[in-house]
């Protein structure tokens, strides 16, 4: 089994700031993992993913990730944000083995406010 | 290129009655999910479909839930005899078959339907 932990419930931040988003997981088995944000009153968009390869995932809207299995982290990074990325962001885990489902374990989610 | 379609997107029931949730995949995606959202929590996994069978419904309640997939037409999550705790906003996912028949590790979600119940 595994378990997703977002330690951060909410994180406020001015615009053109950095910022980071935390996510750790645990699990015995080797994980895919994915980030996941949600805009209010819609559905759930893949930020970006890691599968294997470099740790250093790129995705959409600029934002990056970092896998350290060491840590079993996954950080969610972005270097600059902007009003629009106001949201909530999920973590997610799957289990690599499984050849035939890709069920989600999620994190409680990190609720991103941008301020001017 | 259209994406996962739910319908409907909000639903009023009262307790006692009975809700249906549909889901259309991606065209081309043949795995579908139900995942549920709590207000102020994280999804959580209910059910894995293949057309016309159920591969996981680890995540699903006992009672009075089901869900299917069949060969032809939208997924469907049924809840009979809804209370107030069901209220909550359902998503569905879809995914591809990959390279052994199984998804490629990424999953895409629909705008979900919530369901209220008075």
């Known amino acids: 089994a595994q378990s997703v932990t977002q330690l951060d419930s909410q994180v406020p931040v001015f615009e053109e700031a950095p910022v980071e988003l935390r996510c750790n997981y645990s699990?015995?088995?080797?994980?895919?993992l994915f980030w996941y944000v949600q805009y209010p009153n819609q559905g759930l968009q893949l930020l970006l993913k890691?599968?294997?390869?470099?740790?250093l995932v790129k995705g959409i809207n600029g934002f990056e990730a970092e896998f350290n299995k060491s840590q079993t982290s996954f950080h969610l990074r972005k270097p600059s944000v902007h009003i629009s990325d106001t949201a909530e962001y999920f973590c997610?885990?799957?289990?690599?083995?499984?050849?035939?489902?890709?069920?989600?374990?999620f994190g409680t989610g990190t609720q991103l406010k941008v301020e001017l | 290129n259209a994406g996962v379609m739910q319908n409907p997107r909000h639903l009023v029931r009262r307790r006692g009655q009975e809700a249906r949730l549909r889901c259309s995949p991606m065209k081309g995606h043949s795995h579908v999910y139900w995942y549920r959202q709590l207000p102020e929590e994280g999804l959580k996994f209910m059910v894995y479909?293949?057309?016309?069978?159920?591969?996981?419904e680890s995540g699903m309640p006992k009672e009075r839930f089901s869900a299917e997939f069949p060969k032809e037409g939208p997924s469907i999550l049924r809840i009979q005899q809804v209370v107030r705790g069901d209220s909550a906003a359902y998503f569905c996912?879809?995914?591809?078959?990959?390279?052994?028949?199984?998804?490629?590790?990424?999953?895409?979600f629909g705008e979900g339907s919530r369901l209220t119940v008075l």
């Open positions: 699990s015995s088995v080797s994980v895919y």
């Open positions: 996912a879809s995914s591809p078959a990959g390279l052994a028949g199984g998804p490629t590790g990424e999953l895409f």
């Open positions: 479909l293949q057309k016309e069978n159920i591969i996981d």
């Open positions: 890691y599968l294997s390869g470099s740790t």
């Open positions: 997610a885990v799957s289990d690599r083995r499984t050849g035939g489902g890709n069920k989600l374990t």
